[in-house]
């Protein structure tokens, strides 16, 4: 592998930005400085440009089956891998569900086998946790899984009768975390209330696109972060929380962060920048919109924001979950399979390519964050949390050279027929942005050169991960 320099840039670190030029050397920075007399085959001028380190999303799920495995999202690790590239996101993690006729061991491995073929960015894998009655021994493949660098497991308290484990398997699984150095993380939402409020609104006949954020209201959401992190609490285990989308549930966390828990939370792009009233009134095609926990009203998202700097929530990540909207033939049913019925509609949204152009100009652009925090949120801390750093995450001598060279001045439209991911839409078509990755190395090769992709399927790996770093 050859060695490039990086010259005239600011080096951004979520503790600090400083003037260095960046060489890099058979995949590491090998050196960081004012190195006037470096040298390298390939010399990349980052004069008034910005070098921060590679996004990591990690919150994806990549031709991942949901409803029973009767459909599945749009992207697959090869076209969601290269759509995250193009964005600036250099790693992302994904998730493994238990298969029908197979362990979750051996979901695991062979989830990662499809994706170590395909994957153009490096990736990881969570362990979601299945209720026992789908499999009575999972928490000896759990205890397995650890030991294959499957160092966050995720545990559903929504979806009662196919992925909602019961508070005591929850405890069980806490327990297990505590003794294995795992992390783990909730979908967090009162699985019965949510099924409830659904059949009320079926029953009541309010059954189109837009209800579904009717019946996943704040409540339900805040409540059962509560009881995440009491039940954590409880056996001394850290939680993260997954895709927090109401304020009402950001501010559960802050408080318990204050108290001391150790608790983290996510939130996501579609929750900062898009709002109920973008999709209100769409009729069928508010489908495009829903995912769970759902899009909220506008005056949600200060709190959100609010809540990202004062340390309550800690990283955005995607929940890149892409449908189309227009029925292609080699998809199971997508996000229209079943219109003017909500309950039907395939949750998730996609945005692995958006996430770190919208959150900086709704985030940098507009003073609310700084950009040592948005490294932070993006790379920083999600490395060190689910156990990358210091390999990744940073920009610093061994680490790898997963970089962006990110141009503040560049100004972008993003729009569907621009974006690189399978998707028929884009929740944030027509979005004028100024700030993007011109140029993404990943693990030191030229991955994105102005919009020129150069990447081979399967040039990604799957990442054994430590042990999160929780302080
Ligand atoms: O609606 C969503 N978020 N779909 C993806 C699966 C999940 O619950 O995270
Ligand atoms: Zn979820
Ligand atoms: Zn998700």
Redesign the pocket.
């Known amino acids: 592998m050859g060695s490039t320099l990086i010259k005239g840039g600011t080096v951004v670190n979520a503790d600090a930005a400083i003037r260095a030029d960046v060489l890099v050397r058979d995949g590491l920075v090998v050196a960081l400085g004012l190195g006037d007399d470096w040298s390298a085959d390939e010399v990349v001028d980052a004069t008034g440009k910005l070098v921060l380190p590679g996004g990591i999303d990690v ?1 994806t ?1 990549l031709e ?1 089956p ?1 409803d029973g495995f009767t459909t599945r999202t749009a992207d697959d690790f090869h076209s969601g891998t290269i759509a995250a590239a193009h964005g600036g996101t250099t790693t992302v993690i994904d998730f493994v569900k238990k298969e029908p006729d197979k362990s979750l061991f051996d979901s695991y491995m062979r989830r990662r086998d499809v994706a170590a073929g395909k994957a153009v960015v490096d990736f990881g894998l969570h362990a979601i946790v299945p209720p026992r009655d789908q499999q009575e021994n999972v928490l000896d493949d759990l205890r397995r899984l650890a030991g294959e660098g499957a160092s966050s497991w995720k545990f ?1 308290m ?1 979806y009662p009768g196919t992925q909602m484990v019961d508070d005591g398997q929850l405890l069980e699984g806490l327990e297990l975390a505590v003794e294995y150095g795992v992390l783990p993380m909730v ?1 967090a939402e009162n699985g019965h209330m949510v099924a409830r409020e659904t059949r009320l609104l079926i029953e009541s006949g309010r059954t189109a696109e837009n209800y579904h954020a009717t019946a996943h209201g704040h409540e339900s959401e805040a409540e059962a972060v509560h009881r995440a992190i009491v039940l954590a609490d409880s056996v001394g285990s850290p939680v993260y929380v ?2 927090v989308s109401s304020a009402a549930a950001a501010a559960e966390i802050g408080q318990a962060r204050s108290r001391g828990s150790l608790v983290w939370g996510e939130t996501c792009p579609q929750y900062l920048a898009v709002a109920y009233e973008d999709y209100a009134e769409l009729g069928e095609k508010a489908a495009a919109y ?4 759902p899009i909220r009203e506008r005056g949600n998202q200060e709190g959100l924001w609010q809540a990202l700097t004062t340390g309550a929530l800690s990283t955005v990540a995607t ?1 890149h ?1 892409g449908f189309c909207l227009e029925q292609p033939n080699d998809l199971p049913p997508q996000k229209l399979r079943s219109p003017g019925y909500f309950p039907k509609v395939p ?3 996609p945005g692995v390519e958006d996430r770190l152009m919208v959150v900086w100009e709704t985030g940098v652009k507009t003073g609310r964050i700084d950009m040592c925090r948005f490294v932070d949120l993006m790379a920083t801390r999600p490395a060190k949390l689910f156990g990358l750093f210091p390999h990744k995450g940073l920009v610093a001598v061994g680490a790898d050279a997963d970089l962006l060279v990110w141009d503040t001045a560049a100004d972008h439209v993003i729009t569907t027929a621009g974006s690189h991911m399978r998707t028929d839409y884009n929740l944030y078509d027509g979005m004028r942005v100024t700030g993007r990755p011109v140029h993404v190395f990943s693990r030191g090769h030229h991955l994105v050169n102005d919009g020129a992709f150069d990447g081979k399927p399967g040039r990604g790996s799957f990442l054994t991960r430590g042990k999160p770093h929780l302080f």
């Open positions: 919150h799920h991942y949901i559903f929504a979908h997954v895709h829903i995912c769970s926990p929940d979950a949750n998730g949204v």
